[in-house]
């Protein structure tokens, strides 16, 4: 228990900035904190924290360090917790990505609920609408949209996503309805960023001309809704304004395939209990939801 006495020491001079204030907080003498944070840097070989007469500030080696030793104590504290009384509500925290359009219509909504249910719960919910490597930006799991799904112990499907192809009543006054698949190539076509085509049903793939691309589902359809173009959007996203005739959904029998909606955990995190019972709700959370 040494070396996680060394952890604790550690976090709390990197915390407070001071050799001296993380003592004083932990009720231990200045010398002992130095020589303890002396010893850990000893038998890493390596530096942990940049010491001057002000201040003491991390290393680049120790801000990583410090991000996976916080990660570690905080899992091991829950598992002792939850060993010593396994009836007790879940508790801890941890970190979850998603797209920003996801992440504000379905995550946090569910996120919500399952904090009503387990109020000791502390969650962080970031939205990035790009690739995210959960390992260097230590993130415990993130929710994405894929269009296949591989099978692996730490990827998982929480079910299947219809999408649409959308447009305005009034990019169809000028531009006339298109009928099928084909007559797609005519049209001007509002793309998510990376988007290579359009795969409809039947095994169809169309790539209509590029007019707009961004890397927000929002801003697809805010062009979609001024009459720039056909846009492809989750059902979730565009289901209001189709329910009021500001968007119309086309290409009824050749509609896009649905799309996986994935929680990607990551290989090296330990799963913590409240972090494996929030996986849990998400999955039965969606089993029963037509999003």
């Known amino acids: 228990m040494e070396q996680f ?4 020491l550690f976090i ?10 993380a003592g004083e907080l932990l009720g231990i003498s200045t010398s002992v904190v130095s020589r303890q944070i002396a010893a850990l840097e000893a038998e890493l070989g390596i530096r942990l924290l940049k010491r001057s ?3 003491v500030e991390l290393t680049e080696a120790g801000s990583l360090y410090l991000t996976r030793v916080r990660s570690l104590l905080t899992d091991l504290e829950e598992t002792n917790r939850s060993l010593k009384q396994p009836n007790t509500p879940a508790a801890g925290r ?4 998603a797209p920003t359009a996801l992440g504000l219509s379905l995550i946090a909504p569910a996120i919500a609920d399952f904090m009503a249910a387990q109020p000791n719960v502390v969650i962080q919910l970031d939205l990035h609408d790009r690739a995210i490597d959960l390992l260097e930006e ?4 993130a929710v994405r949209i894929d269009e296949t799904l591989e099978s692996t112990p730490h990827l998982r499907s929480l079910g299947q996503m219809e999408v649409g192809l959308f447009s305005s009543p009034a990019y169809l006054a ?10 797609l190539s005519t049209h001007r076509a509002l793309y998510l960023a990376n988007q290579q085509g359009w795969n409809l049903r039947g095994g ?3 790539k209509p001309k590029l007019q707009f691309c961004s890397n927000r589902l929002e801003a697809l359809k805010t ?3 001024a009459g720039q173009g056909i846009a492809l959007l989750p059902l979730f996203l565009a289901r209001s304004e189709a329910e009021r005739n500001e968007l119309v959904q086309l290409l009824d029998g050749f509609e896009p395939r649905p799309l996986n909606l994935v929680l990607a955990t990551s290989p090296q995190r330990s799963e913590t209990n409240s972090s494996r019972l929030f996986q849990q709700f998400l999955e039965m959370r969606f089993k029963r939801l037509r999003f």
């Open 5 to 8: 006495s060394a952890l604790r």
């Open 94 to 97: 941890f970190r979850i990505a």
């Open 53 to 55: 007469t002000r201040r």
């Open 223 to 225: 062009l979609c809704l």
């Open 204 to 206: 169809v793939n169309e």
């Open 138 to 141: 230590d993130y415990d799991m």
């Open 174 to 183: 000028r531009h006339g309805r298109p009928r099928g698949p084909a007559d």
């Open 12 to 21: 709390s001079v990197a915390d407070t900035g001071s050799f001296s204030a």
